[in-house]
Antibody
């Protein structure tokens, strides 16, 4: 059974940093691209960042480019999101999502999602 | 980026009725790379449809997807009580990946 478990969320002041983690199990992690998708409370879904299986291709939404960094550790079956210079508009549930594709340099759709971790940016 | 516009914003229907949800793209979505997700309150989204018309594993056949180019449709044949939720479309034909704003299907 595929499981994705996010951690690291919490309350943080504007301008500060936070690092999210996602622990994956139930599939061959290093075969697949992975993503972070966020959802502000009561709002819709927004793709934040993606990373292919070997970290060779990485992408970001314009709203986080230059502030967020995605990474993965295939030996630990883990995905990360380093979030710097946080803003109030970054307040959201952050979901870790598995890409449906393996061993490609492109992204596709999300076939499994974690339950999310809430990041609140407020003074 | 490809902007996806979903309509209507809210659909009020009774159990047993048919639901038709629309997703329109600002540019053609290559290879019909369009997916649909269902999200219930307090839960993560769940994949329903990929490739515009292929059902994901375990999805009942009352859910069907159609369309190509810029116009896509999700149809729920006969609404069951558990189908009342928010539905999102997502394109993966071009980066950045983008989602529509969602359609809420509520009980009338």
């Amino acid at each position: 059974e595929v499981q994705l478990v996010e951690s690291g969320g919490g309350l943080v002041q504007p301008g500060r940093s936070l690092r999210l983690s996602c622990a994956a199990s139930g599939f061959t992690f290093d075969d697949y691209a992975m993503h972070w998708v966020r959802q502000a409370p009561g709002k819709g879904l927004e793709w934040v960042s993606g990373i292919i299986w070997n970290s060779g291709t990485i992408g970001y939404a314009d709203s986080v480019k230059g502030r967020f960094t995605i990474s993965r550790d295939n030996a630990k079956n883990s995905l990360y999101l380093q979030m710097n210079s946080l803003r109030a508009e970054d307040t959201a549930f952050y979901y870790c999502a598995k890409d449906s594709s393996g061993y490609t340099s492109s992204w596709y759709y999300f076939d499994y999602w974690g339950q999310g971790t809430l990041v609140t940016v407020s003074s | 980026e490809i902007v996806l516009t979903q309509s209507p914003g809210t659909l009020s229907l009774s159990p047993g009725e048919r639901a038709t949800l629309s997703c329109r793209a600002s540019q053609s979505v290559s290879s019909s790379y369009l997916a649909w997700y269902q999200q219930k309150p307090g839960q993560a989204p769940r994949l329903l449809i990929y490739g515009a018309s292929s059902r994901a594993t375990g999805i009942p056949d009352r859910f069907s997807g159609s369309g190509s180019g810029t116009d896509f449709t999700l149809t729920i044949g006969r609404l069951e009580p558990e189908d009342f939720a928010v539905y999102y479309c997502q394109q993966y034909g071009r980066s950045p990946l983008t989602f529509g704003g969602g359609t809420k299907v509520e009980i009338k």
